[in-house]
């Protein structure tokens, strides 16, 4: 599968560069053109002498060579490749392309690149999981850059936990689940997502509404167009940009939720419930702003569809799947929902988790079915959503 195919093999300066020998080794064995990138630290962990005799390409690290002043061309380089790959990746160099730094050759050629770029991550465990990395890492992914997740075990620290960069075999089958078409996986479906927070007016200046920031829905709306789907993503409030490829339909409260999703159902194969609905609504909205008074006051509130069981009363063979964000005795209300709402699977967040919840990058979930329950570590949004997809794909079978 790789055979022929370009490939660019950044390293960077990590301990874990000291595999990148092996994996180059491996990539040129499978029939790949590799032409290795290293910034001047990378050159510390690993020598240019062996990467230039693996590759069989001498190695780039500057702009220009000093003995001649030969160009070496970044642009030229990214329009050749037909994959970047860098691993290491460190968290600096994460950072930088995350924000489009390029005070490297590595970085200008990242920016350069018309091709897919891989990063596999490595670093220390409390690097890797440093909120500012893993925004990073979350940012790279919305640019379309495909992550390949560090393993877990001893690290150069001396510590253990997860950083370790993914072993050189594992890194080339996830290449060439790049090249392959696996990816497309969805192509046909269409899946309806709801996210946000609704909105719901009291008066034409105040309204009722939650913390939601709609991270969750949105990822989940990525992840499955990622792999081919059609998504209407209906989505309340939120600061989020609407994802590639999918279709967003805007809507403000839980009734325009509940028309916009109970018109698309019908002819869609299921849908992602992230939105946080409110239950209740102001039962008259004011036509002008509530002047206060002296005294306290009420709202009277009225009940709102509940969007989710509606959809599960019409769901016949589609998927359904729903979220529940509790804070008391978790498994049996996310259960009881299961149920109610007939899903064919709930996320379960417990905002009793550190790095779990509302605004954040990170959730801490259990997906249950009727049969088992899967608890998940701490990990990105972003790969809750690969989660998800994963068993909606594993269900479809
Ligand atoms: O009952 P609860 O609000 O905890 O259920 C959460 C699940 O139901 C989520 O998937 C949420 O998006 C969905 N829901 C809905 N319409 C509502 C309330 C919740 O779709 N009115």
């Known amino acids: 599968m790789l055979k022929g195919k370009h490939i660019i093999l950044g390293i960077t300066g990590s301990i874990a560069a000291y595999k990148s020998a092996v994996l180059c080794r ?130 150069a620290s001396g510590l253990q936990g997860k950083g370790r960069m993914a072993e050189p075999a594992d890194i080339v089958k996830a290449v060439e689940e790049l090249f392959s078409e696996k ?106 702003k509530l002047k206060k008074g002296d005294g306290d006051m009420s709202i009277a509130l009225k009940r709102t569809h509940d969007i989710a069981a509606t959809l599960g009363q019409r769901k016949g063979n589609r998927l359904l799947v729903g979220f529940a964000m509790e804070t008391e005795n978790e498994q049996s209300n996310a259960e009881g929902k299961l149920k109610r709402k007939n899903f064919d699977f709930i996320v379960l967040n417990s905002l009793r988790r550190e790095g779990a919840g509302f605004r954040g990058d990170t959730n801490v979930v259990t997906l249950i079915d009727a049969e088992s329950r899967e608890e998940l570590p701490l990990m990105s949004k972003r790969d809750v959503a690969e989660h998800i997809v994963d068993k909606m794909e594993h269900l479809l079978k």
């Not at 990242?110 to 891989?118: D, F, G, M, N, Q």
């Open 26 to 155: 491996l990539l040129v064995g499978a029939g790949a053109e590799v032409r290795v990138v290293m910034t001047s630290l990378a050159k510390e962990f690993i020598t240019p002498l062996t990467m230039a005799t693996l590759s069989q390409h001498p190695i780039l690290v500057d702009f220009f060579n000093p003995e001649n002043g030969e160009w070496n061309s970044h642009v030229k380089l990214g329009e050749w490749a037909d994959l970047y790959l860098i691993a290491p990746a460190t968290a600096n160099t994460m950072a930088k392309m995350a924000t489009g730094v390029a005070d490297n050759l590595l970085l200008t050629t990242y920016l350069s690149a018309r091709c897919p770029v891989a990063v596999a991550p490595a670093m220390d465990l409390d690097m890797y999981a440093h909120v500012a990395t893993q925004r990073n890492m979350e940012s790279l992914r919305r640019d379309g850059v495909h992550i390949i997740e560090p393993g877990s075990g001893f690290l």
């Open 183 to 288: 990816k497309k996986s969805l192509e046909g479906k269409h899946y309806l997502v709801t996210a946000g927070a609704t909105i719901e007016a009291i008066d034409p200046v105040r309204f009722i509404s939650n913390h939601s920031s709609g991270k969750m829905g949105y990822a989940v709306a990525e992840a499955l167009a990622q792999r081919g789907a059609r998504v209407t993503l209906i989505s309340g409030r939120t600061a989020l940009d609407c994802p590639k490829g999918v279709e967003r339909v805007d809507v403000l409260s839980a009734e325009d939720m509940y028309n916009a999703c109970c018109e698309r159902f019908e002819e869609s194969d299921g849908a992602v419930m992230c939105a946080a609905v409110a239950d209740y609504t102001p039962a008259t909205v004011a036509d002008q």
